[in-house]
């Protein structure tokens, strides 16, 4: 079954040499993928590497206003050329080619899956250690499709503590373990909020289940990353990249001595 799946692979464009791929997924919107993937990218350009998003969630794309993306992407003899934020990090997402970037996405599974092959096949990536692919929400055919176009070396999977964990991380490990694709670990997000004045945590969705779903699974827990009004704005205001924390030190030590 995967043998027929991976004749689906597409071939990367000759102009992009590309040693990993990193795929960012989650059961439904809504739970930080994109922030996450945003913070990971800049996470590693600060570390020196070359890196690139690509904006696989289509009919939700926000990595360009994370980062405060002004420009449009253009087509050159080559292929598609990513458009680069403050720091380096090279982006391609449907906002960047489309004239107004409210237009809403309302394509159906088939071209989403065709875009994003194209974002492999089309886009003059470069030289690049990382690529971050912020993928569609769920574990349906979209996702699917875009594993089968896109050789992904491990994924990294965002939950959140309202979410019926057990469920989506079962069904990811599932969509994984069909595609041969290694599961780097679990990240659950907004899992508290930190009070400022008496440092306690406190949670807001209810007790999370995290640390058993993932032992039930096998799964690494890479990540709780807290409620952080911080990062909020720097999302809102397209300043992602210049927010430092130290949540993701597993997860990027993860990812880079993944071989
Ligand atoms: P997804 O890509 O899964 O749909 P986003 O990354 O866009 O989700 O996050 C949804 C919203 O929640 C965004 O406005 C984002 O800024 C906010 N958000 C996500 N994680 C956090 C967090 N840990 N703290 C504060 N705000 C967050
Ligand atoms: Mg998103």
Known sequence: FTETLMDFTAKLNEKSKIKKVIGVVSG??????????????????????????????????????????????????????????KGGIKVMSINLLLQQDTDPVVWRGPLVGGTVKQFWTDVVWGDLDYLFIDMPPGTG???????????????????????????????????????????????????????????????????????????????ELLARIPINTEIAEGCDSGNIETIETDYFHRTISKIENRK
Do not use: W
């Not at 890196?51 to 980062?67: E, N, Q, R, V, W």
């Open 28 to 85: 439904k919107g809504g739970v930080g993928k994109s922030l996450v993937t945003s913070m990971l990218a800049s996470e590693m350009s600060r570390r020196g590497y070359q890196t690139g998003i690509m904006d696989a969630d289509i009919t939700g794309p926000s990595i360009p206003k994370s980062f405060g993306i002004k420009k449009k992407a253009f087509a050159t003899e080559a292929g598609m050329m990513p458009v680069e934020t």
């Open 141 to 219: 055919d979209v996702p699917l499709t875009v594993f089968q176009s896109i050789q992904v070396d491990g994924i990294v999977i965002i939950t959140s503590p309202q979410e019926l964990v057990s469920l989506i991380v079962s069904k990811a490990v599932k969509m994984a373990r069909t595609m041969n694709i290694p599961i780097l670990g679990v990240i659950e997000n907004m899992a508290y909020y930190q009070c400022h004045e008496c440092g306690t945590r406190h949670t807001i969705f209810g007790e999370s289940h995290i640390d058993t779903v993932a032992k039930e699974y096998g799964l």
